[in-house]
Each structure stands twice: as structure tokens, then as C-alpha cells.
């Protein structure tokens, strides 16, 4: 399993984790652009993502995930809090509903070949959650 930071910090978070067979990040907290420059950077492109995991709604975390999703018809996977409350930023733009999935933290879920364990945190949004990623032989946090 590789992780490879696109941002980090105040002006945005935005990280992939992958395997042979799979990759999706973990926030899209910058523009599609520089993801998108980030990903090519590492030989990776937004279309191989199976998806995106957000933390929490806070625009660091947000600010390309509309533009992600629409281009590209990624999944986005969130507590429904969050994603309720994603749905109140305008900067995000719309995001048809179908591309939102609800998961319920401590409730494991597939994603390629990876197993996501979503697990609460404390942080001042609406229900923010860490995720640790499994495959057979490694754990990423």
C-alpha cells in the first residue's frame, strides 16, 4: 500500500492511497487542477480513482470535490452528516445524489481491494471521521 500527500495543510488536504489494483483519495481540499497535477505528478490519473473519502466537511477538505465528481463520476464516501452538510456549501457546486454514500463510523466497507475502517474523531465539524485502510498484508492510517 502507497500513500502520497497532494496537499497538506490550511490551504488544503488532499491525499492518495493505493494498491496494484486500486487508488482513491482521501479529501479533495484544493482545486481538480492541482489534484489532477499531483496525481500526474506521480504517474497516477484522477480517472483511476475508485473514489473519494472525506473527512470532514470543512472547505480544505471540499474545494475540488464537486468538480471531481462531476467530471469524473466519482463516489464520494462520508458520514451523513457530513454529507448533509457538504450539500450547504456553494462553493462545492451540485453533486448528483447518486455519487453520495453514507457510512456509519466503526462499520468497515469495501473499496477495490482495500478495506476502509472509518473511525470517529474530535474535531469542530459536523461528524468528522479518520479512516484507516487494510489489505490482506498491510494497514495505512
Known sequence: MELCSIAS???GNCICVGTQESHLLVDAG?????????LNS?????????????????????AGLGVLARRYGLPIY??????????????????DQDLLHPIIPEQEFPIGDMIVHP???????????????????KKSV
Open 9 to 11: 495543510g490550511s490551504s
Open 78 to 95: 462520508g458520514t451523513q452528516a457530513t454529507l448533509d452538510a457538504i450539500r450547504m456549501v456553494k462553493s462545492v457546486g451540485k453533486i
Open 42 to 62: 506521480v504517474g497516477l490519473k484522477t480517472s483511476e480513482m475508485k473514489a473519494i473519502l472525506v473527512t470532514h466537511e470543512h472547505i480544505d477538505h471540499i
Open 119 to 137: 473511525i470517529s474523531i474530535s474535531h469542530d465539524a459536523a461528524d468528522p471521521v479518520a479512516y484507516i485502510m487494510k489489505t490482506e498484508d
Open 30 to 38: 484544493i482545486s481538480g487542477k492541482r489534484i489532477e497535477t499531483g
